[in-house]
């Protein structure tokens, strides 16, 4: 098991955050480690943990409704979330950035380049965003093709060398 997982359960880590009011949900929703800090996705808030003591460094409250995922971009942590926003942050946890296009939750981040993070939502599109000045670039939508929530992005590598992007 991991030093994450043994020194507090899901649950107990979630009580302790619930009495101090970072939480009022039954779920962590998702996490990411960056450097010494552990983000936790919650509803409405970020909570960063320090590593070794699993105390709350800082609560980020930028977000809306729940934050669904997180992925690190270089320097910056991007957050999605049901509010249908991308949040960008410091790695400190100064936030950066609000970015919109989508119409509906926001499921999953992917960096596919060094300059391209692709966005997928319930809406059924996933969005082509630029890394260094956060503008649209363009935006993959086949009705007739995708026709549920997209979920989840990944990038996959074949023996070739050829990159293609699942959903």
Same mark, same amino acid.
């Given at each position: 098991?991991?030093?994450?997982?043994?020194k507090k359960s899901n649950r107990q880590m979630l009580v302790a955050l619930q009495r101090k009011r970072y /939480?009022?949900?039954?779920?962590?929703?998702?996490?990411?480690?960056?450097?010494?800090?552990?983000?936790?996705?919650?509803?409405?808030?970020?909570?960063?943990?320090?590593?070794?003591?699993?105390?709350?460094?800082?609560?980020?409250?930028?977000?809306? *409704?729940?934050?669904?995922?997180?992925?690190?971009?270089? *320097?910056?942590?991007?957050?999605?979330?049901?509010?249908?926003?991308?949040?960008?942050?410091?790695?400190?946890?100064?936030?950066?950035?609000?970015? #919109?296009?989508? #119409?509906?939750?926001?499921?999953?981040?992917?960096?596919? +380049? /060094? *300059?391209?993070?692709? /966005?997928?939502?319930?809406?059924?599109?996933?969005?082509?965003?630029?890394?260094?000045?956060?503008?649209?670039?363009?935006?993959?939508?086949?009705?007739?093709?995708?026709? *549920?929530?997209?979920?989840?992005?990944?990038?996959?590598?074949?023996? +070739?060398?050829?990159?293609?992007?699942? /959903?």
């Amino acid at each position: 098991k991991s030093r994450f997982l043994r020194k507090k359960s899901n649950r107990q880590m979630l009580v302790a955050l619930q009495r101090k009011r970072y /939480s009022n949900t039954d779920a962590v929703i998702c996490m990411l480690k960056v450097e010494h800090k552990v983000w936790l996705g919650l509803y409405r808030n970020l909570l960063l943990c320090d590593i070794e003591t699993m105390e709350p460094v800082c609560v980020l409250s930028s977000h809306t *409704d729940k934050i669904d995922c997180m992925i690190l971009v270089g *320097d910056f942590i991007w957050s999605g979330s049901s509010d249908k926003t991308i949040r960008v942050w410091s790695k400190e946890g100064l936030f950066l950035k609000m970015i #919109q296009g989508h #119409q509906s939750r926001i499921f999953s981040l992917l960096q596919v +380049n /060094s *300059d391209q993070i692709w /966005s997928a939502s319930w809406d059924r599109n996933i969005i082509i965003w630029d890394t260094k000045d956060y503008k649209f670039l363009g935006k993959f939508t086949e009705p007739q093709v995708i026709t *549920d929530a997209i979920s989840c992005l990944v990038k996959v590598e074949s023996q +070739n060398g050829k990159s293609q992007v699942w /959903s």
